[in-house]
């Protein structure tokens, strides 16, 4: 276990976590996790994100791009440490808005706990605002090589989804509805069955797919069945939002599927898999959501009321498995107190995880109550 600052390539800075299962490296700016990784079963250390990373995008009325480079998005670091009674490692984050008449403050606290695979993540944001501000919320988790790679499974907790609107390159109908990530429709005709990562063949499809209101636990991840490896995230679902806690409810999981290779352009090789979650128009936010305030019947955004205070939980895992008959994905998750349970027919893999979060919740009070 440990957790240090380090320097990083062109005078930037980031905070390592660590334990003896995952390492993650989480830059200043914008709070993006560069690296999270994971030993093969061959001993070698794997990262599973992109040069992007994982990274919280949001927004009120007054930002109208989701970009961690504009001037609003400038993170700093609080303070980092370790929690003696949990072991538990930690850093918190903080940017600060300072438009007129909007201020926000956002916090961001990342958490490894001992024996878990599992990066687990805090948002707060709290208005400083006499008004009531519309917010726009989006956690990105771009993948790529080495861990990505044809073959990969995609597993989603969505039960609807949704085609974007017209674009160049992709193989789908534009603004079609469909049941199945499997069965997506063809912009000629057919279907296009999602849930497998083709090789690099020109397209860069995107689509976006609703929660069932009855679900517990929120998920999006990535099975290599060649390396028997699984990238999964979870979140609290919208059966276990409690509203009256101030919690955000995220309604979608969001695909951002870039298989188109070498482009016309040359340049270079985009083969990324973005599998995030979110309360926002697709993976837009606030350029959209405010003129489309609704996606597959459900909200894109929630309101932060006047000096109220409101928060989200995230979580990353990044682990081996050992069956082979697990290489097809999962079919079903059970919450249990170890963990999480991924089930395929009579077959399962179990990760280590606190799927309740409830030692961030317990991490959050100490952090914001100092």
């Not at 914008?30 to 992007?52: C, F, Y």
């Not at 049941?179 to 090789?199: D, R």
């Amino acid at each position: 276990m440990d957790v240090k600052r380090i320097v990083l390539a062109n005078k930037r800075h980031a905070t390592v976590l660590s334990n003896d299962l995952i390492r993650c490296v989480i830059e200043d700016v914008g709070s993006r996790v560069l690296e999270l990784s994971t030993l093969t079963k061959d001993g070698g250390l794997i990262n599973a994100h992109s040069h992007h990373g994982n990274l919280i995008c949001f927004c009120d009325n007054s930002h109208k791009e989701f970009s961690i480079d504009s001037p609003l998005h400038s993170w700093s670091v609080l303070k980092y440490g370790n929690d003696d009674a949990t072991g538990a490692l930690w850093v918190l984050s903080q940017e600060v808005h300072t438009k007129e008449s909007n201020n926000t403050i956002a916090r961001k606290i990342d958490m490894v706990l001992p024996k878990h695979p599992v990066l687990y993540t805090s948002f707060i944001i709290e208005s400083m605002s006499d008004e009531d501000l519309p917010i726009y919320l989006a956690y990105q988790n771009t993948l790529s090589s080495p861990f990505l790679e044809p073959g990969c499974v995609i597993n989603v907790s969505s039960d609807e989804f949704i085609t974007y609107g017209e674009s160049t390159h992709s193989r789908l109908k534009p603004s079609s509805e469909f049941s199945h990530l499997s069965k997506a429709p063809h912009v000629q005709e057919g279907s296009v069955n999602l849930s497998i990562v083709p090789t690099a063949i020109g397209s860069i499809d995107v689509i976006a797919g609703r929660l069932p209101s009855d679900a517990s636990l929120g998920y999006a991840s990535v099975t290599n069945p060649h390396q028997q490896m699984i990238y999964f995230t979870f979140f609290e679902g919208p059966e276990a939002i409690s509203e009256s806690d101030n919690e955000i409810r995220l309604n979608f999981n969001n695909l951002v599927m870039d298989y188109r290779g070498i482009t016309e352009f040359g340049g270079d090789y985009n083969f990324s898999l973005n599998i995030g979650s979110s309360l926002a128009y697709f993976h837009e936010g606030g350029s959209s959501s405010p003129e489309k305030e609704e996606l597959l019947g459900l909200p894109t955004f929630t309101t932060l009321k006047s000096k109220e205070r409101r928060s989200f939980r995230y979580a990353t895992a990044f682990s081996q498995y050992s069956s082979s008959k697990m290489n097809k994905g999962f079919d079903s998750i059970e919450q249990v107190v170890e963990g999480l349970v991924l089930n395929k027919g009579k077959n399962y893999t179990f990760i280590e995880a606190d799927s309740t979060f409830h030692f961030l919740k317990e991490l959050e009070k100490a952090l914001l109550e100092e």
